[in-house]
């Protein structure tokens, strides 16, 4: 097991792997946890899956796999599948989560539509072009962990430096609103960064299970603390355990995909949260439980004491 370790650590394309999976993990969980808060978890998931389209088509316009063109072409879909919902909600009596499922279905068949014909059009440049439907670190060179990793960090430093507003906007808009904060204005900011956490998660994790890296660390997170901050710190560091988790899991067994094992880890500690977080874990309920059953039990044996007394006195009057 050292040995294996040693080896992890000892190899220059295993250390800038990890150091990716862990930056992109800690940015997916600090976006997460205001994605979370206001209650907008599916938007992440439409958000991933139509950015298929716009990374095959910018493949199609270029004919090299570049991070960057694809995080160019993913945004600019997701964005367009933002504006589609918005469309749909406002101009319609469609509820926005109907909005959701009908935007994320188009969206993610015309990107297998589009994956199809690219694999079928004998362009060579296009093998593991696939790896971005569930995720495979091990294909991530130096430059998009370069990339990744400053975008990871452009994200955690723009919520620390927004972060009253954000926590305004998440909690009650309508108190920012009237503060004379531009809610409109944070809502996209926070609707842009969800965005850009997803398109620079798709390499490690998939387009198919990236929301689940910017979602389930954020709600374990919840369990251990009531205070936002503490709660942005912990689904960060949650995110980075899991993507470093899974880097490494996926790397040691061959051919098994960086997506869905990230996502397993996170779910470990999701489980983990709900069992033994302090105040809201099944095990800190339980331990309260009996707790208080035990504490009416004895508070009911002190109180019948006198009332048996008085009435054993009462027979003896009466006799």
């Known amino acids: 097991m050292f040995d294996t370790m040693f080896g992890w650590f000892s190899d220059p394309?295993?250390?800038?792997?990890?150091?990716?999976?862990?930056?992109?993990?800690?940015?997916?969980?600090?976006?997460?946890?205001?994605?979370?808060?206001?209650?907008?978890?599916?938007?992440?998931?439409?958000?991933?899956?139509?950015?298929?389209?716009?990374?095959?088509?910018?493949?199609?316009?270029?004919?090299?796999k570049s991070v960057g063109l694809f995080m160019i072409g993913a945004i600019l879909s997701g964005m367009l599948a933002t504006f589609g919902i918005h469309f749909v909600t406002r101009y319609s009596r469609i509820k926005q989560d109907a909005a959701l499922g009908i935007v994320l279905t188009v969206f993610f068949g015309v990107g297998v539509v589009l994956m199809t014909k690219i694999q079928h059009s004998g362009n060579g440049n296009q093998s593991g072009l696939d790896k971005y439907m569930f995720g495979q670190a091990a294909s991530m060179m130096l430059s998009d962990v370069y990339l990744m990793g400053a975008v990871s960090v452009l994200l955690v430093l723009?919520?620390?430096?927004?972060?009253?507003?954000?926590?305004?906007?998440?909690?009650?808009?309508?108190?920012?609103?009237?503060?004379?904060?531009?809610?409109?204005?944070?809502?996209?900011?926070?609707?842009?960064?969800?965005?850009?956490?997803v398109v620079v998660g798709i390499q490690a994790v998939g387009v198919v299970l990236v929301a689940a890296l910017l979602i389930t660390p954020a709600v374990a997170a919840r369990y251990w603390t009531d205070a936002l901050g503490i709660m942005v710190v912990l689904a960060g560091l949650f995110g980075a355990l899991s993507g470093v988790t899974g880097t490494l899991i996926s790397s040691t067994l061959s051919n098994l995909p960086t997506g869905p094992v990230t996502?397993?880890?996170?779910?470990?500690?999701?489980?983990?949260?709900?069992?033994?977080?302090?105040?809201?874990?099944?095990?800190?309920?339980?331990?309260?439980?009996?707790?208080?059953?035990?504490?009416?039990?004895?508070?009911?044996?002190?109180?019948?004491?006198?009332?048996?007394?008085?009435?054993?006195a009462a027979e003896r009057g009466a006799d």
């Open 263 to 312: 996502v397993l880890a996170a779910t470990a500690l999701f489980v983990v949260s709900i069992v033994f977080a302090p105040r809201r874990g099944l095990l800190a309920k339980w331990l309260r439980h009996r707790r208080t059953r035990k504490d009416v039990r004895s508070g009911l044996g002190v109180q019948t004491a006198p009332s048996m007394i008085s009435q054993h």
């Open 158 to 197: 723009i919520c620390a430096l927004f972060f009253k507003e954000f926590k305004l906007v998440s909690f009650d808009p309508g108190f920012a609103r009237g503060m004379g904060l531009k809610v409109w204005l944070y809502e996209q900011l926070l609707l842009l960064l969800t965005v850009i956490a």
């Open 13 to 64: 394309n295993m250390r800038w792997i990890l150091t990716g999976s862990l930056l992109l993990g800690l940015g997916s969980g600090v976006i997460g946890s205001f994605t979370f808060l206001r209650k907008q978890s599916l938007l992440g998931d439409a958000l991933a899956h139509a950015a298929l389209p716009g990374i095959c088509i910018a493949f199609m316009l270029s004919g090299v």
